[in-house]
C-alpha cells in the first residue's frame, strides 16, 4: 500500500473516533439526574366520566393510509354526549343450545348467509366454523392470527383476516389461504381516536380528547359508528360525530343488521378473572337497553347476531352458543 493512502486511512479512522466519542459522551442517556429523560406523564392519569369528553376535537392531521392523504377535523365539530332516559324492554334471548364443545372460543362472528359461524380462541390460534345446526366445531386453520378481528366475504365461502405479521389474508372455508390486498377501512382507529372518511375521502375525527378510544364498528347501513373508550365504555355516534350517546360499560359490541341496535356484553372480574357476565342490547335511538340473559354465575360473551336478525349467537363457558333473539316492541 502506498505511503499516501496508509496516511489518508489513518486520518479517517481518526475522525471516525473522534465522532464517535463525542456521540457516547453527549448521549442523553449519559447526562445528569438534573437532565433525566421523563417517560410518560408527570401526572397521575384520572378515571373519566362520559361528561368530560364533551370537548370539541383539536384540529390535528392525520395521515389517513386508506387515501395516502393528510387532512384534519374542524373547530366547528363538536361532540355530543347524550345520556338518554334508558329503559330496560323486553328483548331477550331464549331457547339457547350449544353448537359446540367448549373449547374456550371468543370473537363470534356469523356469515352474511347465515350458515356459519367463525371463531378463535384467545390467544388467536386457529380458526373454527360451526352451523347453527352442529354441535362440535371444524378447524379451518391452525395459523395464528394477528389479531382478533375478522370478516367474512359477502358471499361466505371466505374470511379476511390478518397473519401473525399483520398482512392480509383470505381464509377459505376449505382451509386454503392466500394474501389479498388490505381492505379499505371507512372507519379506524389512530393514536386513540376513532376517523371517519367522508364521501370525498377525507379523514374526520369523531371523538373528543379525554379518553382513548379503540374497536369502531360501522353499522350496516354506514350511518352509526359503534366504539370504546378505556376509560368510560361504549358509545354509539354518527358519522359525522354531531350526535354521540354513551352506551356505558360494556365489551365486544355487534350490530344489529337492521342498524337498529347492537348487542355486547359486560363482564364481571374479581380482580385476576372474570367471574359473571350477561349479554346486553342497546337501541341505537337510546329508548332501550336491556339485559339480554341474566344468567348469574354463568359468563356470555361475544355475540353476533344472524343475519336475518332471528338468532343470536356467543360464548357461554367456552362453548359456541345459539339462541332464539327475541326483538321487544319499539
Known amino acids: 500500500m502506498r505511503r499516501i493512502d496508509v496516511i489518508a486511512l489513518t486520518l479517517v479512522i481518526v475522525v471516525a473516533s473522534v465522532g464517535v466519542t463525542y456521540y457516547i459522551a453527549t448521549h442523553p442517556l449519559r447526562r445528569g439526574a438534573d437532565e433525566r429523560i421523563v417517560v410518560g ?73 347465515g350458515l356459519d359461524i367463525a371463531f378463535t380462541r384467545p390467544d388467536r390460534s386457529g380458526v373454527w366454523i360451526a352451523g347453527p345446526n352442529t354441535s362440535e366445531a371444524r378447524q379451518i386453520s391452525d395459523d395464528k392470527l394477528g389479531d382478533l378481528d375478522f ?22 372455508l376449505t382451509g386454503e389461504r392466500y394474501p389479498v390486498a388490505e381492505l379499505p377501512k371507512r372507519v379506524f382507529e389512530r393514536e386513540g381516536n376513532i376517523y371517519v372518511l367522508d364521501e370525498e375521502g377525507n379523514a374526520q375525527r369523531i371523538t373528543g380528547s379525554q379518553d382513548r378510544f379503540y374497536g369502531p364498528r360501522l353499522s350496516p ?17 354518527t358519522v359525522d360525530g354531531k350526535k354521540t350517546i354513551s352506551v356505558g360499560k360494556g365489551e365486544h359490541p355487534s350490530w344489529l343488521p337492521d342498524s337498529s341496535g347492537i348487542v ?56 359456541v352458543y345459539v339462541g332464539k333473539f327475541v326483538r321487544g316492541k319499539r
Open 151 to 172: 370478516t367474512w366475504a359477502t358471499d361466505g365461502m371466505q374470511l379476511y383476516t390478518t397473519a401473525i405479521d399483520r398482512r392480509p389474508v383470505a381464509l377459505m
Open 264 to 319: 355486547y356484553d359486560i363482564p364481571i372480574s374479581d380482580g385476576s378473572k372474570i367471574i359473571d357476565g350477561d349479554l346486553w342490547f342497546a337501541a341505537a335511538d337510546g329508548s332501550e337497553r336491556s339485559n339480554l340473559t341474566n344468567t348469574p354465575g354463568i359468563v356470555e360473551s361475544y355475540p353476533s347476531i344472524s343475519p336475518d336478525g332471528a338468532r343470536i349467537a356467543f360464548v357461554a363457558e367456552g362453548a
Open 41 to 113: 406523564p408527570n401526572e397521575p392519569i384520572k378515571k373519566l366520566s362520559p361528561k368530560e369528553i364533551i370537548k370539541p376535537p383539536v384540529a390535528t392531521p392525520v395521515s389517513n393510509n386508506e387515501t395516502d392523504s393528510e387532512t384534519t377535523t374542524t373547530q366547528e365539530q363538536r361532540i355530543v354526549i347524550i345520556y338518554p332516559p334508558w329503559k330496560a324492554g323486553t328483548t331477550h334471548v331464549e331457547g339457547a343450545y350449544a353448537v359446540t364443545k367448549p373449547g374456550d372460543y371468543v370473537g363470534v362472528l356469523w356469515s352474511p348467509l
Open 221 to 237: 347501513d354506514e350511518r352509526l359508528v359503534v366504539y370504546a373508550g378505556t376509560e368510560t365504555g361504549l358509545y354509539i355516534s
